[in-house]
């Protein structure tokens, strides 16, 4: 069981950091419409874009924050407005947001309404994220009963091993272990990823239900045998 847990734990530590940058980047993705909301606030007041942006730097945004200052930063140094969004774009290297900020950048080019077309940018993605929080919540019950299904495997397993298997003196136990422990961890690898896509289109943000039943798996893998 040393063997076990040796390769259990490693399996663990590059999942856990490949799931630590994704939430990173998802942190980023969430506090994005927080800033355009602020940006479209200080628009709609009759600020121009530019200035809306800067004064936006002071709000802390999360793992987004950094990027808003540095781009704020280049700003005040005198770099074009046109460039530093750009150059915000790419090292935030989100298709989404870099979409948004293409948006942002036609709007200070050649938008005669800022404010107006701000706004047009804000209500897109607030709807895009009302979206996303409709269809998690629909699929959330599936999430639950595949959750349940899980465990009604385990439960099965373990009636199998400890009730049927023992009752035939034929059967190699030792063997038949080794089937039920990789069987349970193939089991918790698919179902986690495909957890994750079902629910946030994504297999990365399945990593964290792969941990989570992975976990599970092997508590119960050292009580059953």
């Not at 802390?60 to 808003?68: A, K, S, V």
């Not at 599936?142 to 199998?160: M, P, R």
Request: glycine share 4%; proline share 3%.
């Amino acid at each position: 069981m040393i063997i076990e847990l040796a390769v259990f734990i490693g399996f663990l530590i590059p999942v856990y950091f490949i799931y630590r940058r994704y939430s990173k980047n998802k942190e980023i993705y969430d506090y994005f419409p927080i800033f355009i909301q602020e940006v479209y606030n200080n628009t709609s007041t009759g600020m121009s874009l530019v200035d809306a942006v800067k004064k936006s730097k002071n709000i802390n945004y999360g793992c987004l924050t950094p990027f808003i200052r540095n781009m704020c930063l280049q700003i005040e140094w005198g770099v074009p407005f046109e460039k530093a969004i750009k150059n915000f774009g790419k090292k935030v290297n989100n298709n989404f947001i870099d979409r948004l900020v293409i948006l942002m950048d036609k709007v200070s080019q050649f938008s005669q309404d800022i404010g107006k077309n701000m706004g047009e940018i804000y209500n897109y993605v607030a709807l895009t994220k009302k979206l996303e929080r409709e269809r998690k919540t629909e699929l959330f019950p599936q999430l639950i009963s595949l959750y349940f299904v899980f465990f009604v495997f385990l439960g099965i397993i373990f009636i199998v091993f400890n009730f049927f298997i023992p009752y035939f003196e034929t059967v190699e136990i030792l063997q038949y272990k080794d089937i039920f422990i990789h069987l349970v961890f193939i089991e918790s690898i698919f179902l986690g990823l495909t957890l994750g896509k079902m629910i946030e289109d994504s297999f990365v943000s399945g990593l964290k239900h792969m941990i989570i039943l992975c976990t599970i798996t092997f508590i119960f893998v050292m009580i059953l045998f």
